[in-house]
């Protein structure tokens, strides 16, 4: 089993929808959560970070940690074309190895 | 505010040919640094980590090694390329301390014919 699963998608939306990014996990001992936006050819740009349970809000983008379910999510509201790219979950529990999941790519149509 | 840098680029180099990439950060002090490779459809993968000069930890066998001359200079380097070292390199630091959360460079592509 892997340690972080992640859905590949493709996801595609209408501009302004609500989108829905989600990993789950196997390791109950991570305890930081970062979320990442990729656009291709790039290097990943961290979106957000929490530290164990609850929620964190920035902007258009609400991440949410359930530790009891091991189920990350990332929320993106009113969504733009420009937030079209891979978005990777990351986590950890000691801050020296880091785990990925696969990335899902969103396109968000205009 | 903190910045990281990589170069080169993108690189073409012949099975067989050393390689050398070189990562910088600015702006902080004692990072906790790192070396991924990203494969298309196969997420990161975790190739190196340091959290201190000549702290090294290797997470995979390879041909690949890596050194940390000065506390922000962090450098990939391999003797003899493979095919299969093909890929998109990622330099990544971050605070340590009880803040773990990773910045990344803008990456290396390397291209083995």
């Known amino acids: 089993q892997k340690e972080v699963e992640q859905d590949p998608g493709p996801l595609s939306v209408p501009e302004g929808a609500i989108v829905s990014l989600n990993c789950t996990y196997s390791n109950s001992a991570f305890q930081y959560f970062m979320w990442y936006r990729q656009y291709s050819r790039k290097g990943p740009e961290l979106l957000m970070y929490?530290?164990?349970?609850g929620n964190k809000e920035d902007g258009r983008f609400t991440a949410q940690v359930d530790k009891s379910s091991k189920y990350i999510s990332l929320f993106i509201r009113d969504s733009q074309p420009s937030d079209s790219a891979t978005y990777l979950c990351?986590?950890?529990?000691?801050?020296?190895?880091?785990?990925f999941g696969t990335g899902t790519s969103l396109t968000v149509i205009p | 505010s903190q910045t990281i840098h990589q170069w080169p680029a993108t690189l073409v180099q012949p099975v067989g040919s050393p390689l050398s990439l070189e990562c910088t950060v600015e702006?902080?002090?004692?990072?906790?640094l790192y070396w991924y490779r990203q494969a298309a459809g196969r997420g990161l993968q975790l190739l190196f980590y340091s959290i201190g000069i000549d702290q090294i930890s290797s997470e995979v066998p390879q041909n690949l090694s890596a050194s940390r001359p000065q506390d922000r200079q962090f450098i990939l380097s391999s003797k003899k390329l493979l095919l299969s070292d093909s890929g998109f390199y990622l330099c990544?630091?971050?605070?340590?301390?009880?803040?773990?959360?990773?910045?990344f460079g803008p990456g290396t592509r390397l291209t083995v014919t």
């Open positions: 702006g902080t002090s004692n990072p906790n």
């Open positions: 990544a630091w971050s605070p340590g301390t009880d803040l773990y959360e990773q910045y």
């Open positions: 929490t530290y164990s349970s």
């Open positions: 990351a986590m950890t529990n000691t801050g020296n190895q880091f785990y």
